[in-house]
T-cell receptor, first 111, second 115 residues
Framework: QKEVEQNSGPLSVPEGAIASLNCTYSDRGSQSFFWYRQYSGKSPELIMFIYSNGDKEDGRFTAQLNKASQYVSLLIRDSQPSDSATYLCAADRGSQGNLIFGKGTKLSVKP | ETGVTQTPRHLVMGMTNKKSLKCEQHLGHNAMYWYKQSAKKPLELMFV???????ENNSVPSRFSPECPNSSHLFLHLHTLQPEDSALYLCASSQPGTLSYNEQFFGPGTRLTVL
């Protein structure tokens, strides 16, 4: 069974701190990884994707990928209350090309 | 209209009703997806269409019937549903064959309640 695992949280951080969200995946054939943000009652919104080992930065967001450890993370710097949401990690299903999603980590940023 | 749209946004139906969910994408993509999102569960992929052909059916009960008349439109026909089918149904689209072919864009979803 191919899976993507995330800590469901809630993860609570103070405003201005770094929030660190983690994800592991089981399918070594997965090549691309995605982070979606989902506000309560809304649909998922893509915020980052990463294909290569290492870090990828976009504004306050940094995605990190370690294929040897089958580990993906998302760092949010200078966290804001508006970052409070559930963050979904997804991995492609290798050659099949579809996505497997984790259950999501709920992040709460306290003012 | 831009992006991916879904109608209706909310639907309440009885177990004997027949209804349909509609999804339309304005992104020029040629793959479309139906997902089910229930509380405390991961997003569950239900159906995948690529170039209007169904390429995946993830063991979904026959009371859910998809239809893809063209690459911009996707329907989910519902009949004799069960209360446990109550969930948020999300449509997504992507453009296979590009560098970021797995990058899926979601519609706002239909919140379905089965009484």
């Amino acid at each position: 069974q191919k899976e993507v695992e995330q800590n469901s949280g809630p993860l609570s951080v103070p405003e201005g701190a770094i929030a660190s969200l983690n994800c592991t995946y089981s399918d070594r054939g997965s090549q691309s990884f995605f982070w979606y943000r989902q506000y309560s009652g809304k649909s998922p919104e893509l915020i980052m994707f990463i294909y290569s080992n290492g870090d990828k930065e976009d504004g306050r967001f940094t995605a990190q990928l370690n294929k040897a450890s089958q580990y993906v993370s998302l760092l949010i710097r200078d966290s804001q209350p508006s970052d409070s949401a559930t963050y979904l990690c997804a991995a492609d299903r290798g050659s099949q090309g579809n996505l497997i999603f984790g259950k999501g980590t709920k992040l709460s940023v306290k003012p | 209209e831009t992006g991916v749209t879904q109608t209706p946004r909310h639907l309440v139906m009885g177990m004997t009703n027949k209804k349909s969910l509609k999804c339309e994408q304005h992104l020029g993509h040629n793959a479309m997806y139906w997902y089910k999102q229930s509380a405390k569960k991961p997003l569950e992929l239900m159906f995948v269409y690529s170039l209007e052909e169904r390429v995946e059916n993830n063991s979904v009960p026959s009371r859910f019937s998809p239809e893809c008349p063209n690459s911009s439109h996707l329907f989910l026909h519902l009949h004799t549903l069960q209360p446990e089918d109550s969930a948020l149904y999300l449509c997504a689209s992507s453009q296979p064959g590009t560098l970021s072919y797995n990058e899926q864009f979601f519609g706002p979803g239909t919140r379905l309640t089965v009484l």
